[in-house]
């Protein structure tokens, strides 16, 4: 010090400052230190945040069991416990797709603590805990075809295979309330469930109807000719009567004298039309009816059972005596190849759920088996005919054949011009089966073309048994009219067995 106090002043100063330098390092450094802890505090808080965890969206196979649909009113689904996820539910055929009202899928079917996790322990957003997304849905048959129209009902000839499969699908994710990050990914909810009509069988529908849908029913009505009322095909005006009967047009009259919509009724006076209890003209018969369809048959006579869904849904079997009496294909068509004995009885088997009952349609061939005889395109006099069949009492009568107003034993007059068949069960076998033709039932004997053949049924006129120009009614197996034909007019040739 007392070197020091010696010095200059301008050494004194040169001293001093060779001593503060030291002391102003240190100072940095130290400052230096405090700002890198805190640096590093810092940089380690942030990596915290940063590996925190995404809340889940949890519990999705009890979430998805509240997905369901509404059928007149009643909500069904697997949370519901009216609406299994692991079986078939069985609806009523007549529902269309579009009567499935598919639920929405809403936030408060969720659940903040069975749906809800976060393994960083933070607890889910009070305010708008889920977003749930708008719900898709889709429906396709047994065999992956997706169903776009939905007002065709699922069940009666449908020709959807069966089951369906419905799924229902809804977007969610979840929130946290204070933890980052704070939301979830989307996670589908989505729910299968398997939907099938009510098997059943619904109709048997005559061969007939399947090839020519617009000859299903007469039509014909009452009109005044001459002075008194006769009957004319549906297709005429009044004044036409004369141009139905020329002969020169004929073809005019296939289309005039079917499937008018104003002669679906039976006309008392003239017939035509169906009996709207027992026949569908879509279908065809009902198995409501009783006695089934059919009552009649004929060698090639074939008829499909209709049945709910796919026809390829279900395998047939048959019992019938002799059992080489008919034959069953896989598409339930059934045909007569000679008379059963008793009655027949068609089983229907769903094909993919052993558990679903088999479905019967039995039916009885009580009426006429028909055997038309002769070449298929050769005509034949009255006595011919007698003698193909073996007798007389081998012929059909009218009422047999047909249940036009002029077909009873008690009608003795002269046929109205166009009179025609009713379609029903039990009353004759062209009410049942319709226009009978090669055309019609390829399979079987029946004829081209020309379509009178003889009744045993004598028509005596004003003339007693001393007529012999107009002596024998006939029948028309394309519409079931009935007319007079003479004796030794060439006609075709129908006998019974």
Not at 437 to 464: A, I, R
Request: glycine share 8%; with cysteine.
């Amino acid at each position: 010090m007392c070197c020091i106090f010696s010095l200059t002043n301008s050494s004194l100063l040169s001293v001093c400052l060779s001593l503060v330098k030291p002391f102003i390092y240190i100072l940095f450094i130290l400052c230096f230190l405090g700002v890198s802890q805190k640096s590093l505090a810092l940089t380690a808080h942030s990596i915290n945040v940063i590996i925190g965890n995404k809340p889940k969206v949890v519990g999705i196979e009890g979430a998805s069991k509240k997905h369901g649909f509404t059928v007149n009113g009643v909500l069904y689904s697997s949370n519901t416990n009216n609406l299994s996820d692991t079986q078939i539910n069985q609806f009523d055929g007549n529902l269309t797709i579009k009567d499935f009202i598919i639920k929405d899928y809403a936030m408060n079917d969720l659940d903040v603590t069975a749906n809800y996790d976060d393994t960083d322990g933070d607890g889910i957003r009070n305010n708008t805990p889920f977003t749930v997304e708008k719900t898709t849905y889709s429906w396709f048959d047994n065999k992956g075809i997706k169903i776009e129209n939905n007002e065709k009902i699922i069940g009666c000839a449908s020709d959807i295979s069966m089951p369906l499969t419905l799924t229902i699908t809804t977007k969610v994710k979840t929130y946290s309330e204070y933890g980052v990050p704070n939301e979830s990914e989307y996670v589908d909810i989505t729910q299968k469930y398997k939907i099938m009509a009510k098997p059943e069988i619904c109709y048997a529908k005559p061969y007939g109807m399947i090839l020519y849908p617009q000859y299903v029913w007469g039509s014909v009505r009452p009109v005044p000719y001459q002075g008194s009322l006769d009957c004319l095909l549906s297709g005429y005006a009044e004044h036409e009567f004369e141009l139905s009967m020329d002969e020169n047009f004929v073809d005019l009259r296939e289309t005039r004298g079917w499937n008018y919509d104003n002669s679906r009724e039976r006309d008392s006076y003239c017939g035509g039309g169906y009996n709207a209890n027992v026949f569908d003209p879509v279908n065809g018969f009902k198995v409501s009816a009783s006695p089934h369809f059919p009552t009649t048959g004929f060698p090639g006579a074939k008829f499909q059972l209709i049945m709910t869904g796919h026809q390829d849904d279900f395998e047939y079997t048959f019992s019938a005596t002799p059992n080489d009496s008919i034959t069953v294909d896989k598409q339930g068509y059934v045909m007569l190849i000679k008379k059963p004995i008793g009655p027949v009885t068609i089983t229907a088997k769903f094909k993919h759920d052993e558990q679903i009952p088999e479905q019967n349609y039995t039916f009885n061939l009580t009426g006429i088996w028909a055997l038309p005889q002769g070449q298929i395109d050769k005509v034949y006099t009255y006595q011919q005919v007698v003698n193909m069949c073996g007798g007389e009492s081998k012929l059909p009568t009218r009422s047999e054949m047909s249940n036009s107003p002029n077909a009873p034993a008690s009608w003795i007059k002269y046929p109205y011009k166009w009179d025609a068949f009713t379609r029903d069960i039990g009353q004759g076998l062209l009410s049942e089966w319709g226009m009978t033709s090669k055309e019609t039932y390829p399979d079987s004997n029946w004829f081209t073309h020309y379509f009178w053949f003889y009744s045993k049924d004598k028509y005596l006129g004003p003339y007693g048994d001393n007529n012999h120009l107009f002596d024998r009614f006939a029948i028309d197996a394309w519409i079931g009219q009935i007319g007079v034909w003479a004796y030794a007019q060439q006609l075709r040739g129908v006998c019974i067995q």
